[in-house]
């Protein structure tokens, strides 16, 4: 049966769920440079508050994004999507007239729940658009928009700062909100997704489904859990770099973020093709050795070229697991629990993201950088360990 969302141009669907998780997240770049200065330069707020705010905005993009997912198949996702984005942006241009700490806040919260049942919508529309022999390619592409816009936004802001306007800031991140929900307004009319018939992947990539009470499985479970620890040596080394970096001497760490930035735009978008034909369980445990390498190279020595090394191996690395994973995740679900599945695997990535902050951090105060890196490098071992003794007997064991 082919009744998936948009059957007939189920590319051009993908392309708009893209463009809209594009303009999204580049409003996300966008705040994530004028929170702060709106909090400390504006309302004479502390760091301690930036961190407030980034927490209340992270928190809740998970917990709605977890809690909201049951319900999304009673809904049109594409008219989720709209407005989601609709309330996100409004949120956002709200935050241009506070005038207190505690109120910008209090709009992260309700920005953090329409963004996480955004994204939930979104990802879910691109899975169940396409087949499921495409489905790693089209995640692919939208894992894509989601690093380019976290790399255009901050640009954005900095040239808007120039003229000293915060206001701005949120007003353009309000602008980019509202065309997220322009760009996909006019599938909203599509109607409600029913079950379609799934098609098993080729040469049994998924060999076992244990099913659990919650409609997830056991191997959505492990592919969350090795992509969380997989994500720590970002989550620290994107924390931390400031400071690092100018220890090792770099006056502006800019570059090295640009790094990231283009090679990860560049892996996602020259591997989507590929993606669907790669088995997926020994893909992971490459990409993830790639990463334990990455944090060894770091513990030993986290020089200037080591820090440009280290931030094109984690974008390659992370380019490629998370796409296999998700993909192996989704293998064989039926499309009714998709959205369940995307939002616990989605919340992987914040998950790995925060506690590899607050992990290296902790180590990096008592013991040093050095040290830090090293103990992320051991748990990241401890991910491909789970993925070999775990993940591969449901895997495809083809190329392992």
């Known amino acids: 049966m082919s009744s998936v969302t948009g059957a007939s141009s189920p590319w051009r669907s993908v392309t708009a769920a893209c463009f809209a998780v594009l303009w999204v997240f580049i409003s996300m770049g966008l705040v994530a440079v004028g929170t702060p200065l709106h909090i400390v330069h504006e309302l004479g707020g502390t760091e301690s508050d930036v961190g407030g705010a980034a927490m209340a905005f992270g928190v809740t993009t998970v917990a709605v994004r977890l809690g909201f997912s049951p319900f999304l198949n009673h809904f049109s996702q594409w008219r989720v999507i709209v407005v989601a984005a609709i309330a996100y942006a ?58 380019a816009g976290i790399a255009i936004g901050p640009v954005i802001a900095e040239v808007i700062y120039a003229g000293n306007e915060i206001s701005a800031i949120w007003l353009t991140a309000a602008l980019f909100g509202g065309l997220a929900a322009a760009t996909v307004a006019p599938l909203a009319r599509r109607r409600l997704i029913r079950d379609i018939e799934i098609t098993p992947a080729p040469d049994g990539e998924v060999r076992r489904t244990l099913r659990l009470s919650s409609g997830l499985t056991k191997l959505t479970v492990w592919c969350t859990v090795s992509m969380s620890l997989g994500t720590l040596g970002y989550g620290g080394f994107q924390t931390l770099l400031p400071l690092v970096g100018r220890e090792a001497g770099l006056a502006q760490t800019g570059g090295v973020f640009a790094f990231f930035a283009v090679t990860s735009v560049v892996v996602r978008a020259s591997s989507a093709h590929m993606i669907d034909r790669l088995p997926s369980y020994p893909t992971a445990v490459g990409a993830t050795v790639l990463t334990a390498a990455v944090m060894t190279l770091l513990a030993i020595s986290p020089s200037i070229m080591g820090l440009h090394v280290a931030a094109v191996g984690l974008a390659i690395s992370l380019g490629v697991q998370y796409p296999v994973l998700l993909k192996l995740a989704l293998a064989n679900i039926p499309q009714r629990r998709q959205p369940q599945v995307i939002a616990l695997y989605s919340s992987s990535f914040d998950i790995g993201m925060a506690l590899g902050a607050l992990l290296m951090g902790a180590i990096t105060e008592a013991f040093g950088f050095g040290s830090a890196a090293g103990v992320v490098a051991m748990l990241t071992i401890a991910a491909i360990l789970l993925q070999i003794v775990v993940l591969r007997p449901y895997s495809d064991r083809k190329g392992a």
């Open 90 to 147: 409004a949120a956002l241009a709200a935050g241009a007239t506070v005038e207190s700490v505690g109120t910008l806040i209090l709009l992260r919260v309700v920005a953090g729940g329409a963004e996480g049942i955004f994204y939930l919508a979104a990802a879910s529309a691109v899975s169940s658009a396409v087949p499921e022999s495409q489905r790693g390619r089209a995640l692919s592409y939208f894992s894509v928009s989601l690093f």
